[in-house]
């Protein structure tokens, strides 16, 4: 027991060092996050910082997967608040939501390790696992909670049309804002959306 505070302060340190590599990949890039620059926004010296992370790979490989990680729990957890009752939930609501998913910070810290990994080939074998099981989780719960026919061809690809226009607009959300865009296209998948539901 006597080493419990201690070893509370170690993961409240680890804990912080993550979240502030997460913030400044999203704010700043991938260029920019570096160990020393991390441990200032974190309040801590560097060199507790690399006893946590050793070496800037480590620390943003434990950033990705904690992005993916965080992503897909708070996606998991809104798309079973859309569909509490069980019956399916309202397609317009599943469309928005997807749409929502990718933005953000998680989102555009992901993205800015994408970017990096075109060119970095280590980088891209770390994100590449991670941004799959996260697509994969993403298609699974959408589907989920509309009830979808996943045997249905022509649903499969509703839904993977549906996620790769939820990818665009995220991105261009990084450099304009998607103003009353998103809503008109939440209306018109959402329309279709509903239409597979019938179909399920």
């Not at 555009?108 to 075109?118: E, F, G, I, Y």
């Not at 226009?165 to 261009?172: D, P, Q, R, Y």
């Amino acid at each position: 027991m006597v080493n419990a505070p201690k070893q509370d302060r170690s993961r409240q340190t680890h804990r912080k060092l993550i979240e502030c590599t997460i913030r400044i990949l999203a704010s700043k890039g991938l260029q920019a996050t570096t160990v020393s620059l991390v441990a200032e926004e974190a309040g801590v010296s560097r060199g507790a910082a690399q006893h946590h992370f050793p070496t800037r790979e480590a620390l943003i490989k434990e950033a990705i997967e904690q992005i993916s990680a965080e992503r897909t729990a708070v996606l998991r957890e809104a798309m079973a608040s859309l569909d509490s009752e069980g019956a399916g939930a309202p397609a317009e609501d599943v469309a928005r939501l997807v749409f929502e998913v990718f933005s953000g910070d998680l989102f555009h810290a992901a993205v800015h390790v994408w970017a990096a990994a075109a060119s970095d080939q280590k980088l891209k074998e770390i994100i590449m696992p991670a941004e799959a099981r996260y697509n994969r989780e993403v298609y699974e719960l959408t589907a989920r909670a509309l009830h979808a026919d996943l045997t249905d061809r022509h649903t499969r690809r509703l839904l993977t049309v549906l996620l790769d226009l939820g990818h665009g607009l995220g991105l261009s959300s990084m450099l304009i804002d998607p103003g009353d865009r998103i809503q008109r296209h939440v209306e018109a998948c959402g329309a279709v959306l509903q239409g597979i539901k019938r179909l399920a």
